[in-house]
């Protein structure tokens, strides 16, 4: 899909923005409804904590997720 960015957020959540459509291993649509924020981005737990995944819900803040730019949760090339 064109024009679609993902974000991976500092001790935080990925963000997406774009039109992207989400599915569940089982091709089961995701619902997105009222997971957009005002800027039309959703945000995708990276931390592993979220009660409402695959969406974040802020756990990474309660659990002190920390995450820098080229660390383990990042693919290297």
């Not at 599915?23 to 409402?52: M, T």
Request: aromatic share 6%.
């Amino acid at each position: 899909m064109a024009g679609v960015r993902i974000v991976p957020t500092a001790d935080g959540p990925n963000m997406i923005v774009g039109a992207v459509g989400l599915e569940w291993p089982s091709g089961h649509s995701i619902s997105q409804e009222g997971e957009p924020d005002a800027s039309g981005a959703i945000y995708l737990c990276r931390c592993g904590a979220s009660k409402n995944k695959p969406f974040c819900d802020n756990s990474h803040t309660r659990i002190g997720f920390k995450s820098t730019e080229g660390d383990a949760t990042a693919h290297r090339n």
